[in-house]
């Protein structure tokens, strides 16, 4: 469960993502979305539930419509 900014990081790099690929996966701004979930690993922006269901369900392998998920190395 993701509860915490520790989680949110642990679970990006357990897909082996960047901060830049996780904010595609979630339809963030693209311009400012890595930014977005940097702050939020860093505990500086608050996690909302919305991104915890969203990340988890990326944890058991959803693909959202039109992402292309990064292979891993």
């Known amino acids: ?3 915490t900014a520790d ?7 357990a897909m082996g993502w960047s901060p830049a690929d996780l904010a ?5 701004n693209e311009n400012h979305g890595a ?3 940097l702050e939020m ?3 500086k922006r608050p996690l909302s539930g919305p991104v915890t269901v ?3 369900a990326l944890l058991r392998g959803f693909v959202p419509d039109g992402f ?4 891993r190395t």
């Open 41 to 43: 690993e860093a505990g």
């Open 7 to 13: 989680h949110l990081r642990q679970a990006r790099e």
């Open 54 to 56: 969203a990340v988890e």
């Open 1 to 3: 469960m993701i509860e």
């Open 35 to 37: 930014s977005r979930i």
């Open 24 to 28: 595609r996966a979630l339809r963030f």
């Open 68 to 71: 292309d998920p990064p292979r």
